[in-house]
């Protein structure tokens, strides 16, 4: 059979061959823009997928401490890094007659646990220019204060800070001077003497000891705070420079008043340590029954830095507590979208160890949510969230947990610092990890009295349970490990203590308590070991040492 071939013209191969390439640049080009389209979307899976040995880079953080911003309200970054407590007192007085006096024999008491601590009383020029200069400190700083001017810090407080040489400032508010309301007051010969011996500061308190300076009119605010100024300026003979709000109340208006008035320092009634308050103009104090606390984490610049060592697994009795931890190692932390198991964020990250993390909001066994208690930064996410307000006030003053390639440090918490990244970043530069833990444990090689760590408020410290920690050893390797028997917050210390854990932190405990180690699961929240913990949205992960090259180093 003859084939028969069709002769195509020249003409329309060329047309066709257009028209195919034609085709195909248009197709080329809509993959490319569908692409692009899908890119953000498509991105954060590869972020997802596990990598052998690999670790993030911790985030970059300011450049230079020269070039952050200075205000008439700004503490300089490096006192950020001390914790220095401010005790406030109200009347000293023989025998109580309100619940805000504070007894002789109390007093006395809490001049003798300063001495025995080791701790040193400032003045508050020093603690002024430690904020705003970065002076340094003794190495446990204190400042007493005084509030309302009571003939008691005359007859009784006085006498006792001469006796211990103790430095200390009256505030005192002007109108009630030498006048008897519901108690006696100072008079200005007393005050004059006091300020011209030098261990007594005396500083105002406005004039009439308003309770709210938010809601006073333009005027009556200046009044209070420009003539408490002037008057003292004038009876002293010298300017005065540091204020105390009434009650504690102010907000911007009132600190731009105190500032036209000539105040460089002022302080609130917050709990906190003068280092981590907002500003300047609104230091935190601790009152007198949070004294144990204050005292205990007083400390001019803690080193928490942490040493490059390989991962191992420790495990033993301590003050007749059981614990496993690993020490050595780089830590993150991780955020789900859910609640896992502890051994699935291990898994996916293929991370050499991990434990359960932060605090969580929803108690609920069955629950999936995933919203923190708290502030928090997850290296997995990388991005800041602020947490939520309504739990600021009972949070306060727990210590955050701070992670970078080279450091971990504790801080407590402060709400105004800690709503913004800036604010978090004044502690830790290159912070790459951060949350809320529960309560300290163990400072400085010592572990915090039932006292200390009752007044972090959190309820369930007295209850025997499974108990999760995160520290940092005398060695300074990094540990995160947990307890195989049922114990309290207090019993938990004195157990770190006693196996040489420098600093270390209460982490969420009880039913989602959870060491995992490799494959194992080490420690499980109930006392049946076939049964897992509550999974949980928040893990801590142990990766190989930064330094480690050419394979994972491991020893038990």
Excluded: C
């Amino acid at each position: 059979m003859s084939q028969v071939r069709t002769r195509v013209h020249p003409n329309v191969q060329l047309r066709k061959r257009r028209r195919l390439f034609l085709l195909g640049f248009v197709l080329v080009g809509v993959l490319v823009a569908l692409a692009i389209a899908l890119y953000p979307r498509l991105a954060p899976v590869a972020d997802l997928q596990p990598q052998t040995n690999a670790l993030p880079q911790p985030v970059a953080g300011p450049a230079d401490e020269s070039q952050q911003q200075s205000g008439p309200e700004s503490i300089i970054p490096t006192a950020r890094l001390a914790r220095v407590p401010v005790i406030m007192y109200h009347d000293i007085v023989p025998t109580k007659q309100v619940w805000f006096d504070t007894t002789v024999e109390e007093f006395r008491a809490q001049l003798e646990e300063i001495r025995a601590s080791g701790a040193t009383p400032i003045t508050i020029v020093q603690l002024y220019e430690h904020l705003k200069s970065g002076a340094v400190l003794p190495e446990r700083p204190i400042l007493l204060s005084f509030d309302d001017g009571y003939l008691g810090h005359y007859d009784h407080a006085y006498p006792l800070l001469k006796e211990f040489n103790y430095p200390a400032v009256f505030f005192v508010q002007t109108a009630y001077v030498g006048v008897k309301t519901s108690k006696d007051h100072m008079s200005w010969e007393q005050l004059q003497q006091l300020d011209r011996e030098g261990l007594i500061a005396i500083e105002p308190h406005t004039v009439s000891h308003p309770e709210d300076l938010r809601l006073l009119s333009d005027d009556s605010l200046r009044r209070e705070l420009a003539d408490s100024k002037q008057v003292m300026d004038q009876k002293l003979g010298r300017p005065v420079s540091f204020l105390a709000y009434p009650t504690g109340n102010q907000d911007a208006r009132v600190r731009e008043a105190a500032i036209a008035a000539g105040y460089t320092l002022a302080f609130t009634m917050d709990r906190g340590y003068a280092g981590q308050s907002p500003g300047l103009l609104e230091v935190q104090r601790f009152n007198q029954y949070r004294f144990a606390q204050a005292l205990s984490g007083s400390a001019s610049v803690p080193d928490w830095r942490t040493t490059d060592a390989p991962v191992r697994l420790h495990q033993g009795t301590f003050r007749k507590v059981k614990l496993a931890w690993v020490s050595g190692g780089s830590l993150t932390t991780n955020h789900a979208d859910g609640r896992y198991p502890v051994g699935t964020f291990v898994e996916r990250e293929q991370a050499v160890a991990g434990i359960n993390g932060g605090f969580f909001a929803m108690a609920a066994l069955r629950s999936n949510n995933n919203e923190m208690v708290g502030p928090y930064l997850a290296q997995n996410e990388g991005i800041y969230f602020p947490g939520q307000e309504r739990y600021d006030t009972s949070i306060r003053g727990r210590p955050v947990v701070l992670m970078s390639g080279t450091g971990l440090r504790f801080v407590p918490y402060s709400p105004g610092i800690f709503a913004t990244e800036t604010g978090a970043r004044q502690f830790l530069g290159d912070v790459s990890d951060l949350f809320v833990a529960g309560l300290w444990l163990v400072e400085r090689g010592r572990a915090l009295s039932t006292e200390q760590i009752t007044q972090f408020g959190l309820t369930n410290h007295s209850e025997f349970r499974r108990r999760a920690f995160l520290g940092v050893d005398r060695l300074g390797r990094p540990l995160v490990g947990a307890t195989l028997t049922n114990v309290n917050a207090s019993q938990l210390a004195r157990s770190l203590e006693a196996a040489g854990v420098r600093e270390a932190v209460l982490l969420d405990s009880g039913f989602s308590t959870s060491l995992v180690y490799g494959d194992q699961v080490l420690v499980t929240g109930h006392t049946s070991p076939g049964i897992p913990s509550r999974i949980i949205p928040h893990a801590i992960l142990v990766h190989p040492p930064l330094s480690a090259a050419g394979g994972l180093k491991l020893t038990n």
